[in-house]
């Protein structure tokens, strides 16, 4: 079974920077596109950044400058680096991703558990 653990939320001042992780375990033959959205306390999902397979990126315009998308393909790790954190960035942060195990030619979407970022001002 393909899970993607989140990791690396938590609280920092306004300014600060954080380094999310979400790491892919399992059989896994590739991981496709990856979507990190957040969820803030009384508002909808966003979409924060995305990496297709190929590296190419796409980002919020709230974010873009101060975040940054990448994969490690050899780790099946996905990352998202957070700089110049500001209050409105506090959320719930979550990891998606479409993953081909290797025991199946089929490609399965998959969410992160998410983790709490919490920027104070």
């Known amino acids: 079974q393909v899970q993607l653990v989140e990791s690396g939320g938590g609280l920092v001042q306004a300014g600060g920077s954080l380094r999310l992780s979400c790491a892919a375990s399992?059989?896994?033959?590739?991981?496709?596109?990856v979507v990190w959205y957040r969820q803030a306390p009384g508002k909808q999902r966003e979409l924060v950044a995305a990496?297709?397979?190929?590296?190419?990126?796409v980002y919020a315009d709230s974010v873009k400058g101060r975040f940054t998308v990448s994969r490690d393909n050899t780790k099946n790790t996905l990352y998202l680096q957070m700089n110049g954190l500001k209050p409105e960035d506090t959320a719930v942060y979550y990891c998606?991703?479409?993953?081909?195990?290797?025991?199946?030619?089929?490609?399965?979407?998959?969410w992160g558990q998410g983790t709490q970022v919490t920027v104070s001002s």
């Open positions: 399992g059989r896994i033959f590739s991981i496709n596109g």
């Open positions: 998606n991703a479409d993953i081909r195990p290797s025991t199946s030619p089929a490609t399965f979407n998959s």
């Open positions: 990496i297709t397979s190929g590296g190419s990126t």
